[in-house]
Structures are given as C-alpha cells and as structure tokens.
C-alpha cells in the first residue's frame, strides 16, 4: 500500500488519501453485511474501522496541513487495526488485485508475505495456496467463479479445511466501487458447538441413541424405501419393573441399567436397522428390509436373551425383563402415526398378558387397550372412594385343626360390574403404581382387623414385588404395627420369587429389616419360580407355602407328592413351616398329614369370607376346639 506526495505543494496526494478512506469504507461496508461473523466480533472490527474512517476524513478536511508523518501514524493505525482483527481479509480491486491482505490470513492459510501482498492476482494468491497445500482445487475455476459472481453484485460463501483439520469459511462481499473484500474466519469451534447442538437434538443424552424425534425421521425413511415384498417392524419396548430399581437403588444405578440395555439393544441389530430410547425406560426398534415375520421373531431371540443376561451396575447384579409391542409394516399400516399406535397397543396386549413376553398387533387389541384404560381409571376412582374390602382365608394346623393364620386377600366392589377379580385389576396396579397404594390400605385394615382376633392367630399379607422394592416398606410396616396395636410376632409378610429375581442383594436387605421387626416372612407359590432352592439357602423364610398346583394333583400317579414331601423335608431341616394352598378334600388332608406338612388352606375349611364373618368364624372354631378338649 503506497501513498504518493504532490510535489507542489508538500502535502499527501489527495486521490491517495481518499485511496484510504475508501478502504476503510469497504471494510465497515464489508463487516456490516457479513451475516456470517458474530457480532462480537463485527463489533469490535467496526470499531476499528470507524476510528480509523474517522481519522481519514479529518485528514482529508485539513488535507493542505498534514505531514508527511501525521500519515505516517495512518498508515500504521491502518495496518494495526486490519492487522489485529482475529478474522482474515483481503481486498482486491475491480481488476481483481490486492489492495490489503492482512497478517491472519497469511497466518491462517501458512503463506509467504512476499506473494501475498498488495499488488498481487487473486489467481496467483490461490496458486500460492495451492502451492502450499492450503487449495487443492482448479485455480482457474475458482477464480472466475468467484470474479464471475462479483461482477453479478452477488456475493459467494465457501468451506474449505485446512491440513490441520480446521474449518475455514470465505466470504466474498462485492462492493458498489468496484472489486469486493474477501472475509476468511476459521469457524472449525462455531462447527463443533454446531453439531454437538444439532446431536443433542436428535439423540438421548444418557445412552447416546437416537432419540423420539430422530426415531420418526428414520421411521419415515424406512416407510418410504419399503420396496415390493419387504416389510418394516417397529418394536415397542418397556422394561419390566425399572421403576422398582429406580426406587431401591436410586437414579444413578438406574442410569447404569439403562446405558447396558440400550448397549445390548445395539448388539443385536444390523446396520440398517434403528435403536432409540423414547424416555424412561421405554425403548423402541426399527427393523428393516425383511422378508417375513419369521426374521422379527428372530430379533425378538436376539433382545430377550441379550437383556435377561443379569447386568452388573456398580456392583449390584440386576436381571431384568422386557414387554414388547411389535407392528408390521405395511400390513399394520403405513401411515407412520397409525403404524406407532399399532406397536402401542401390542404393547399393552404384552403387559396384560403378565409382562416379560412380546405379542404382535392384531385386530381387536384397540378394544382390549381401552378396555384397560377404563379400568385404571376407575381403579383410580375407587382407591379415592375406598371401595375396597378385605376377606380373610384362615390356615390351620393340620396336627390338630386349629386355626393358626388368616390370610388378608383383597376384593374390590365395582357399583356396576359387582366384584372384580384381584387377578384383573392388581396387573393394572402394578403397572401404574397403584399397588403402593391399594397395599398400604391393605397392610394397615389388617392389622387393625387382626387386633380383635385372638392373640394366637397371626394375619398374612401380601406383598407385591413393587411395594417390595420400595425403600420405606419396613417404616411403613413399623407404621401399621404402631397405629393398630398388632404384636409383630402376629404379623406374616407373603411374598413370591419375585420380589428377589430383579436385585436378590437389595431385597435380602430388605428381608432382614423387617425380620428385625419381629414379623414372620412367608415365600408364597414356592416352587413354580426357577431358583427357589438359592434362596432358601440366602434367607431363612418362616413359612413356605406350597402351591396349590401340586396339591390338585397330590393323589394322583405323578410326581406331586414327592415334590410336596421335598420341600417339608427342605422346610424342616430349617426350621420352618409349611402351608399348602388349595385343600379342597379329605385325602388331600390325610395324605398332607402323612407327608409331614404343618398347615393346610384351602376351601375344604373355608373360602375367604368378610371381616365380620371371620370373627364370628374364629370365635366358633375356638369355642368348638374347646369342647372337644
């Protein structure tokens, strides 16, 4: 950049000065239509620019009294300020020459000062580049494209990578005068911070799998490239009894489970095929290009024997378990919100099935899934109107026919429907949460109820694997023992296999907190669970209560009575009872007798009758044992 002096009269030339002006006028023109440059950094350049401008026109006002070192100091402001901005520029004329190029861009791209510099082509700058490893395109090409687009008022934006990896984007701005200013921005971080925003867009956050808006751009996708006999299946996923881990193991080990799942979701799947996870512990699949329901069948395998594989998070063993809704497309509709509902209602047919299977959608599962809904929600209806009761099933020794234990057994009124079923309604508690609530009511009505009965006779109550899980059990157990007066020794807590199979550590504590209450602990329906005999060993039960399966059969040819004589010996050796449900004959009862076993229940005594009725029904059994003694 030269500045020539007027031999005449002293002073700089005043085309040369306004030379200046006019380049600080591109840059200000430049940087304020740049929509590319944050405007932190617009700022701080039109600053400069300004400053500068404003230092030329009072130079060019007072153009008969400057020095030659008074532009000296603009000429030096000048470099400083185009010098110091951290974007790169250069400005070229209308004949496509530099008149500034500034040190970032020369840094920037590794170039020699010497070729970058005023006066120099665009082509041969670019050759520069080329020449340096910093372009590796046609500079020809390049060159008249970019000169082509100024020459049309239109301005050009470009990416290019650097041989370190960065990212560079290059805007070419045209100006009014003629010529145009090239702003070059390493924008290698504003990328970064770009596609970490555009990830967190589309996947979760904990597993790293694409998340529900994701899901359904890829599911459309799917949808669309279905090709003549292929199908699409879209899985619904939910695993069986999270939030149990979430309540007794907390959100951290929660966390854990569901990072190994979604790993495990990914093992089984090929390339094209899609795993997301939707929210909570619901995940969903995208299976694509098969040719029949055989090749989801397959998948499904795959899923189920990948998750059951007990799953080691900070050193609790989990086993979990899985309900899965599985829609075909384009069978069950190609519609894509049609097709999700589908998968939906096959899930909800899974869960009403007893959770830990799969089902496939069909025709009718609508009806069933509304069905369901209605019934949660007048289950949530009559917990608020407590139109619940309790009937008790007494237990009797089987030595001398005494009643030892009554058994608390829920039955709910509906004002339309008469009584419904526990085997209906409890499922949709359980899946709701509901069970928390129905078995607090449940835990304190019977110890209040139980206080009135006489001082021998214990009262049973069952114990959902939700509740179980919950980490205030043996507080609220402790709650109702306090409230009602109930000894603890006459208390029994039933519970199945499992309450122990999703975290045996966290539910053997839990075990032993409430047996240092003092209540008794029952293992109820042993014998139909898988690893019963482990925790026999684990944890000393005070009861076990046989299942009324093998008892139906008792007196038949099969293996019954040997099962039953097992487990009274198994029992015994540990010092405790047993009871067998469903007794409904005499020979049932001798051949108990027999066998060894300490109690009996069943309908042979008594079907479960009313609060009412079981107290006049003890009350007559104690006066008949009397005068028979």
């Not at 940087?31 to 590319?36: D, E, R």
């Not at 990896?165 to 005068?177: D, H, M, S, Y």
């Not at 292929?230 to 193991?249: G, P, R, T, W």
């Amino acid at each position: 950049m030269s500045i020539d002096r007027n031999p005449s009269t002293g002073t700089a030339d005043t085309g040369s000065t306004k030379g200046l002006a006019f380049c600080a006028g591109f840059l200000v023109g430049s940087l304020l239509g740049s929509a590319t440059a944050s405007w932190s950094v617009r700022e701080g350049l039109l600053m400069a620019a300004l400053v500068l401008l404003g230092a030329i026109i009072i130079v060019l006002l007072k153009r008969h009294q400057v020095s030659d070192e008074r532009l000296a100091a603009e000429r030096r402001n000048l470099s400083t300020a185009v010098n110091n901005i951290p974007q790169g520029l250069v400005l070229y004329d209308a004949s496509a020459r530099i008149i500034i190029c500034n040190r970032p861009y020369i840094e920037m791209f590794g170039l020699s000062p010497d070729v970058a510099k005023p006066g120099c082509t665009m082509q041969r700058l670019i050759a520069h580049r080329q020449e340096t490893g910093s372009f590796d395109g046609d500079v020809d090409a390049f060159c008249n494209a970019i000169i082509r687009n100024v020459e049309l008022g239109r301005g050009t934006r470009q990416l290019t990578q650097t041989p370190g990896g960065r990212t560079i984007e290059i805007v070419n701005n045209p100006l009014p005068q003629g010529g145009w200013v090239a702003t070059i921005e390493d924008i290698t971080e504003r990328i970064r911070v770009e596609n970490k925003i555009a990830h967190m867009a589309h996947y979760d956050a904990l597993t790293d799998l694409p998340n529900r808006v994701l899901f359904r751009e890829r599911l459309e996708q799917a949808l669309a490239a279905i090709r003549p006999g292929e199908q699409v299946a879209v899985m619904y996923i939910d695993i069986d009894e999270f939030k149990s881990v979430n309540d007794a193991l907390g959100h951290q080990i929660g966390d854990e489970l569901l990072k190994a799942i979604a790993d495990r979701l990914r093992s089984c799947l090929k390339d094209t095929d899609v795993a997301a996870r939707l929210g909570g512990d619901e995940f969903a699949v995208i299976q694509t290009a098969i040719r029949g329901r055989s090749e989801t069948m397959q998948l499904l395998a795959a899923i189920y024997q990948a998750i059951r594989q007990p799953i080691d998070c900070t050193a609790h063993l989990i086993t979990t378990d899985a309900s899965i809704g599985v829609a075909l497309a384009p069978a069950d509709g190609l519609d894509i919100d049609q097709l999700l509902c589908n998968a939906d209602l096959a899930l909800y047919g899974a869960k009403s099935d007893g959770r830990r299977t799969y089902r496939f959608f069909e025709a009718g599962m609508d009806a069933r899934a509304k069905a369901r809904r209605n019934l949660e929600l007048e289950l949530r209806q009559a917990i608020a109107d407590g139109s619940f009761e309790l009937h008790y099933q007494p237990q009797l020794h089987l030595e001398d026919g005494t009643v030892s234990c009554c058994e608390a057994l829920l039955r709910w009124r509906h004002p339309e429907r008469g009584v419904i079923s526990p085997a209906e309604f409890i499922p949709v508690a359980e899946d709701t949460g509901l069970i928390n609530d129905l078995g607090h009511w449940v835990l304190n009505t019977a110890c209040r109820e139980a206080v009135n009965w006489p001082d021998h006779v214990h009262v049973a109550v069952n114990v959902s694997p939700i509740q179980f899980k919950s980490q205030t059990l043996a507080l609220n157990v402790a709650a109702a023992l306090a409230s009602s007066g109930l000894a603890a020794s006459r208390l029994e807590l039933e519970i199945t296999e499992a309450v122990l199979i999703s975290d045996d550590e966290v539910a053997l504590d839990i075990l032993h907190q409430l047996r240092e209450l003092g209540i008794h602990i029952a293992l109820d329906d042993f014998g139909t669970g898988y690893s019963s005999l482990s925790y026999l060993q684990r944890f000393p039960f005070d009861k076990i209560k046989i299942d009324r399966a093998f008892i139906k059969d008792l007196a038949g040819t099969g293996a019954s009575s040997t099962i039953v004589q097992a487990v009274v010996n198994i029992a015994a050796a540990s010092d405790m009872t047993t009871t067998a449900e469903g007794v409904e004959t005499e020979q049932q009862r001798n051949l108990l007798r027999i066998l060894g076993c300490t109690e009996m229940q069943g309908y042979l005594f008594s079907r479960p009758v009313p609060a009412a009725d079981i107290r006049k029904l003890l009350s007559s059994h104690r006066e008949k044992a009397a005068s028979v003694a």
